[in-house]
Protein backbone atom coordinates (compact mmCIF):
# COMPACT_ATOMS: atom_id res chain seq x y z
CA UNK A 1 0.00 0.00 0.00
CA UNK A 2 1.17 3.64 -0.54
CA UNK A 3 2.18 5.44 2.61
CA UNK A 4 1.37 8.57 2.63
CA UNK A 5 2.40 11.32 5.37
CA UNK A 6 0.53 14.54 6.15
CA UNK A 7 1.66 17.57 7.94
CA UNK A 8 -1.48 20.15 8.13
CA UNK A 9 -3.94 21.34 10.45
CA UNK A 10 -6.89 19.80 12.05
CA UNK A 11 -10.06 21.62 12.92
CA UNK A 12 -13.89 21.02 14.14
CA UNK A 13 -15.80 22.60 11.63
CA UNK A 14 -19.01 24.63 12.48
CA UNK A 15 -21.29 24.59 9.97
CA UNK A 16 -24.59 26.32 9.13
CA UNK A 17 -26.75 25.90 6.69
CA UNK A 18 -28.69 28.75 5.07
CA UNK A 19 -30.74 29.44 1.80
CA UNK A 20 -28.78 32.54 0.87
CA UNK A 21 -24.87 33.65 2.86
CA UNK A 22 -25.65 36.76 4.24
CA UNK A 23 -24.26 39.84 2.93
CA UNK A 24 -22.17 42.42 5.19
CA UNK A 25 -24.43 43.86 8.24
CA UNK A 26 -27.26 41.43 7.04
CA UNK A 27 -29.22 38.61 9.25
CA UNK A 28 -30.41 35.75 8.05
CA UNK A 29 -32.39 32.89 9.59
CA UNK A 30 -30.31 29.60 8.84
CA UNK A 31 -32.30 25.93 8.77
CA UNK A 32 -29.22 23.81 10.42
CA UNK A 33 -26.17 23.90 12.52
CA UNK A 34 -23.41 20.77 12.16
CA UNK A 35 -20.13 20.32 14.05
CA UNK A 36 -18.13 18.19 11.52
CA UNK A 37 -13.97 17.37 12.22
CA UNK A 38 -12.22 19.02 9.35
CA UNK A 39 -9.01 21.05 8.76
CA UNK A 40 -7.59 20.65 5.19
CA UNK A 41 -4.46 18.61 6.81
CA UNK A 42 -6.57 16.00 8.19
CA UNK A 43 -9.50 15.90 5.36
CA UNK A 44 -6.83 14.82 3.21
CA UNK A 45 -5.19 12.80 5.44
CA UNK A 46 -8.88 10.88 5.67
CA UNK A 47 -9.69 10.96 2.30
CA UNK A 48 -6.49 9.31 1.30
CA UNK A 49 -6.99 6.82 4.14
CA UNK A 50 -10.31 6.12 2.81
CA UNK A 51 -9.10 5.73 -0.97
CA UNK A 52 -6.79 3.09 0.47
CA UNK A 53 -3.21 4.56 1.33
CA UNK A 54 -1.20 3.62 4.59
CA UNK A 55 -1.99 7.81 6.07
CA UNK A 56 0.21 9.29 9.36
CA UNK A 57 -1.26 12.61 10.78
CA UNK A 58 1.61 15.22 11.48
CA UNK A 59 -0.26 18.04 13.82
CA UNK A 60 -1.68 19.26 16.83
CA UNK A 61 -5.49 19.39 18.88
CA UNK A 62 -6.20 21.18 21.61
CA UNK A 63 -6.82 19.61 24.94
CA UNK A 64 -11.16 19.77 24.76
CA UNK A 65 -13.64 17.93 23.53
CA UNK A 66 -13.08 18.99 19.94
CA UNK A 67 -9.54 17.82 20.15
CA UNK A 68 -10.57 14.57 21.62
CA UNK A 69 -13.28 13.78 18.82
CA UNK A 70 -10.66 15.43 16.14
CA UNK A 71 -8.10 12.60 16.79
CA UNK A 72 -11.24 9.73 17.35
CA UNK A 73 -12.29 10.78 13.41
CA UNK A 74 -8.84 10.14 11.93
CA UNK A 75 -8.35 6.82 13.76
CA UNK A 76 -11.92 5.85 12.73
CA UNK A 77 -11.16 6.35 9.19
CA UNK A 78 -7.97 4.67 9.84
CA UNK A 79 -5.52 7.25 10.09
CA UNK A 80 -2.42 6.88 12.64
CA UNK A 81 -2.38 9.73 14.80
CA UNK A 82 1.03 8.58 16.71
CA UNK A 83 2.53 11.97 15.35
CA UNK A 84 -0.98 14.08 16.25
CA UNK A 85 0.12 15.56 19.64
CA UNK A 86 -2.00 17.47 21.99
CA UNK A 87 -1.39 20.83 23.49
CA UNK A 88 -2.59 23.18 26.23
CA UNK A 89 -5.68 25.30 24.98
CA UNK A 90 -8.45 24.98 22.21
CA UNK A 91 -8.31 22.87 19.26
CA UNK A 92 -8.40 24.75 15.72
CA UNK A 93 -11.96 25.29 14.48
CA UNK A 94 -13.41 26.71 11.08
CA UNK A 95 -16.78 28.40 10.87
CA UNK A 96 -18.25 28.14 7.53
CA UNK A 97 -21.44 28.63 5.93
CA UNK A 98 -23.39 26.72 3.20
CA UNK A 99 -25.70 27.92 1.12
CA UNK A 100 -28.59 26.33 -1.07
CA UNK A 101 -25.84 25.95 -4.44
CA UNK A 102 -23.20 23.90 -2.12
CA UNK A 103 -20.94 27.03 -1.99
CA UNK A 104 -19.03 28.21 0.90
CA UNK A 105 -17.25 31.14 3.08
CA UNK A 106 -15.24 29.93 5.82
CA UNK A 107 -13.36 31.59 8.57
CA UNK A 108 -10.64 29.15 10.24
CA UNK A 109 -9.21 30.38 13.64
CA UNK A 110 -6.09 28.31 13.88
CA UNK A 111 -6.08 27.40 17.70
CA UNK A 112 -3.75 24.71 18.04
CA UNK A 113 -2.46 24.24 14.89
CA UNK A 114 -0.77 27.68 15.60
CA UNK A 115 1.08 25.30 18.00
CA UNK A 116 2.79 23.29 14.95
CA UNK A 117 5.69 25.47 13.70
CA UNK A 118 8.46 23.21 13.60
CA UNK A 119 9.01 19.20 13.28
CA UNK A 120 9.26 17.26 16.48
CA UNK A 121 11.55 14.11 17.08
CA UNK A 122 10.39 11.15 15.17
CA UNK A 123 8.64 13.80 12.35
CA UNK A 124 11.75 13.42 10.26
CA UNK A 125 12.00 9.44 10.08
CA UNK A 126 8.01 9.54 9.44
CA UNK A 127 8.37 11.57 6.74
CA UNK A 128 11.02 9.92 5.32
CA UNK A 129 9.48 6.35 5.75
CA UNK A 130 6.58 7.61 3.13
CA UNK A 131 6.12 7.99 -0.22
CA UNK A 132 4.28 10.83 -0.26
CA UNK A 133 4.16 14.07 1.88
CA UNK A 134 0.85 15.86 1.75
CA UNK A 135 1.62 19.64 2.73
CA UNK A 136 -1.03 23.07 2.87
CA UNK A 137 -0.75 26.25 4.68
CA UNK A 138 -3.19 25.97 7.61
CA UNK A 139 -0.29 25.54 10.01
CA UNK A 140 2.89 28.33 10.25
CA UNK A 141 5.11 28.46 6.97
CA UNK A 142 8.05 27.51 9.49
CA UNK A 143 6.91 23.71 9.72
CA UNK A 144 5.59 23.38 6.09
CA UNK A 145 9.01 24.70 4.74
CA UNK A 146 10.51 21.95 7.43
CA UNK A 147 8.53 19.69 6.37
CA UNK A 148 8.92 20.04 2.47
CA UNK A 149 13.09 20.28 3.25
CA UNK A 150 12.99 16.82 5.00
CA UNK A 151 10.93 15.11 2.11
CA UNK A 152 13.32 16.66 -0.85
CA UNK A 153 16.41 14.97 1.60
CA UNK A 154 14.90 11.85 1.75
CA UNK A 155 13.23 11.68 -1.88
CA UNK A 156 9.61 11.72 -0.69
CA UNK A 157 7.11 13.18 -3.17
CA UNK A 158 5.67 16.86 -1.80
CA UNK A 159 2.69 17.76 -2.95
CA UNK A 160 1.62 21.16 -2.07
CA UNK A 161 -2.07 22.69 -1.70
CA UNK A 162 -1.61 26.93 -1.66
CA UNK A 163 -4.63 27.27 0.67
CA UNK A 164 -5.14 29.64 2.08
CA UNK A 165 -3.31 31.62 -0.64
CA UNK A 166 -0.51 33.26 0.27
CA UNK A 167 3.11 34.55 -0.96
CA UNK A 168 5.34 31.91 -1.23
CA UNK A 169 8.99 31.21 -0.47
CA UNK A 170 11.07 30.37 -3.25
CA UNK A 171 12.80 27.57 -0.86
CA UNK A 172 9.15 26.44 -0.21
CA UNK A 173 8.98 26.07 -4.01
CA UNK A 174 11.92 24.58 -4.75
CA UNK A 175 11.14 21.54 -2.46
CA UNK A 176 7.71 21.36 -4.14
CA UNK A 177 7.00 18.33 -6.85
CA UNK A 178 3.60 18.86 -7.39
CA UNK A 179 1.54 21.94 -6.52
CA UNK A 180 -1.94 22.00 -6.27
CA UNK A 181 -3.96 25.27 -6.23
CA UNK A 182 -7.55 26.03 -7.16
CA UNK A 183 -8.52 28.42 -10.10
CA UNK A 184 -8.45 31.12 -7.38
CA UNK A 185 -4.90 30.16 -5.61
CA UNK A 186 -3.60 29.99 -9.13
CA UNK A 187 -4.57 33.26 -9.83
CA UNK A 188 -3.93 34.72 -6.24
CA UNK A 189 -0.54 33.38 -6.32
CA UNK A 190 0.19 34.78 -10.22
CA UNK A 191 -2.09 37.25 -11.30
CA UNK A 192 -3.45 35.57 -14.08
CA UNK A 193 -7.01 34.42 -14.31
CA UNK A 194 -6.92 32.19 -17.05
CA UNK A 195 -6.11 29.03 -15.41
CA UNK A 196 -3.87 27.85 -18.43
CA UNK A 197 -1.88 31.03 -18.26
CA UNK A 198 -1.32 30.49 -14.67
CA UNK A 199 -0.34 26.97 -14.75
CA UNK A 200 2.44 28.52 -16.92
CA UNK A 201 3.54 31.23 -14.54
CA UNK A 202 3.37 28.72 -11.98
CA UNK A 203 6.10 26.58 -14.10
CA UNK A 204 8.71 28.86 -13.84
CA UNK A 205 8.37 27.91 -10.06
CA UNK A 206 7.49 24.27 -9.75
CA UNK A 207 8.06 21.61 -12.09
CA UNK A 208 4.51 19.79 -12.57
CA UNK A 209 1.11 22.09 -11.40
CA UNK A 210 -2.73 20.42 -11.22
CA UNK A 211 -5.14 23.18 -11.29
CA UNK A 212 -8.61 22.20 -9.88
CA UNK A 213 -11.85 24.31 -11.67
CA UNK A 214 -14.95 22.75 -9.71
CA UNK A 215 -17.03 21.75 -11.79
CA UNK A 216 -15.28 22.24 -15.12
CA UNK A 217 -12.70 20.18 -13.84
CA UNK A 218 -8.47 20.02 -13.69
CA UNK A 219 -5.84 20.47 -16.16
CA UNK A 220 -2.57 19.31 -15.44
CA UNK A 221 0.65 21.24 -16.81
CA UNK A 222 4.30 20.05 -16.89
CA UNK A 223 7.73 21.45 -18.47
CA UNK A 224 7.49 18.66 -20.56
CA UNK A 225 4.59 18.37 -22.03
CA UNK A 226 1.22 19.99 -23.22
CA UNK A 227 -1.21 20.77 -21.21
CA UNK A 228 -3.79 18.35 -20.37
CA UNK A 229 -7.64 19.03 -19.30
CA UNK A 230 -9.74 16.58 -17.14
CA UNK A 231 -13.48 17.15 -17.35
CA UNK A 232 -15.35 16.79 -13.95
CA UNK A 233 -18.22 14.21 -13.47
CA UNK A 234 -21.78 16.31 -13.59
CA UNK A 235 -23.43 16.09 -10.50
CA UNK A 236 -25.57 18.19 -8.16
CA UNK A 237 -23.77 19.65 -5.40
CA UNK A 238 -25.13 19.55 -2.15
CA UNK A 239 -21.93 20.98 -0.50
CA UNK A 240 -18.79 21.63 -1.79
CA UNK A 241 -16.37 21.62 1.84
CA UNK A 242 -13.62 19.48 1.62
CA UNK A 243 -14.05 18.70 -2.41
CA UNK A 244 -10.47 20.32 -3.06
CA UNK A 245 -9.09 17.87 -0.08
CA UNK A 246 -10.66 14.74 -1.25
CA UNK A 247 -9.55 15.30 -4.92
CA UNK A 248 -6.00 15.64 -3.51
CA UNK A 249 -5.93 13.06 -1.08
CA UNK A 250 -7.00 10.26 -4.28
CA UNK A 251 -5.04 11.84 -6.39
CA UNK A 252 -1.91 11.20 -4.25
CA UNK A 253 -2.86 7.64 -4.03
CA UNK A 254 -3.62 7.31 -7.16
CA UNK A 255 -0.03 8.50 -8.11
CA UNK A 256 1.27 6.63 -5.44
CA UNK A 257 0.01 3.44 -7.23
CA UNK A 258 1.59 4.69 -10.36
CA UNK A 259 -1.39 5.44 -12.60
CA UNK A 260 -0.99 7.75 -15.78
CA UNK A 261 -1.75 11.23 -15.01
CA UNK A 262 -5.05 11.33 -16.72
CA UNK A 263 -6.02 8.33 -14.93
CA UNK A 264 -5.26 9.56 -12.05
CA UNK A 265 -6.56 13.14 -12.15
CA UNK A 266 -9.62 11.46 -13.37
CA UNK A 267 -10.17 9.15 -10.08
CA UNK A 268 -9.27 11.66 -7.74
CA UNK A 269 -12.18 13.90 -9.47
CA UNK A 270 -14.44 11.00 -9.56
CA UNK A 271 -13.80 11.22 -5.48
CA UNK A 272 -14.48 14.70 -5.23
CA UNK A 273 -17.70 14.34 -7.09
CA UNK A 274 -19.00 12.10 -4.69
CA UNK A 275 -17.52 14.05 -1.87
CA UNK A 276 -19.86 17.25 -3.17
CA UNK A 277 -22.80 15.85 -2.86
CA UNK A 278 -22.99 14.92 0.68
CA UNK A 279 -22.98 17.54 3.29
CA UNK A 280 -19.76 17.95 5.76
CA UNK A 281 -15.79 18.00 4.72
CA UNK A 282 -14.45 14.29 6.04
CA UNK A 283 -18.18 13.49 6.42
CA UNK A 284 -18.63 13.46 2.91
CA UNK A 285 -15.49 11.63 1.75
CA UNK A 286 -15.64 8.54 -0.25
CA UNK A 287 -14.31 5.21 0.50
CA UNK A 288 -12.42 2.98 -2.35
CA UNK A 289 -14.94 0.65 -3.47
CA UNK A 290 -17.17 3.94 -3.69
CA UNK A 291 -14.46 5.98 -5.97
CA UNK A 292 -13.73 2.60 -8.07
CA UNK A 293 -17.38 2.12 -9.01
CA UNK A 294 -18.03 5.99 -10.08
CA UNK A 295 -14.70 6.00 -12.06
CA UNK A 296 -15.91 2.67 -13.75
CA UNK A 297 -19.37 3.97 -14.34
Known amino acids: MTHIAVLGSTNMDLVVYVEKAPRLGETVTGREFRTIPGGKGANQAVAAARAGATVSM ?51 IPGANGTVDHLVPGDEGLIASADALLLQLEIPLAAVL ?17 APAQPLPPELLAATDLLVPNEHEAATLTGRAD ?6 ALLDRVPRVVITLGAAGSVYLTRDAEPLAVPAPRVTPVDSTGAG ?4 GALAVALGEERPIREAMTWAAAAAALSVQREGASASMPYRSEIEARYTS
Open 195 to 200: PFAAGA
Open 58 to 108: IGAVGNDGFGTRLRSTLEHSGVTTDHLRTVEGPSGTAHIVVDDEGGNAIVV
Open 245 to 248: DTYV
Open 146 to 162: AGARTARAHGVRTILTP
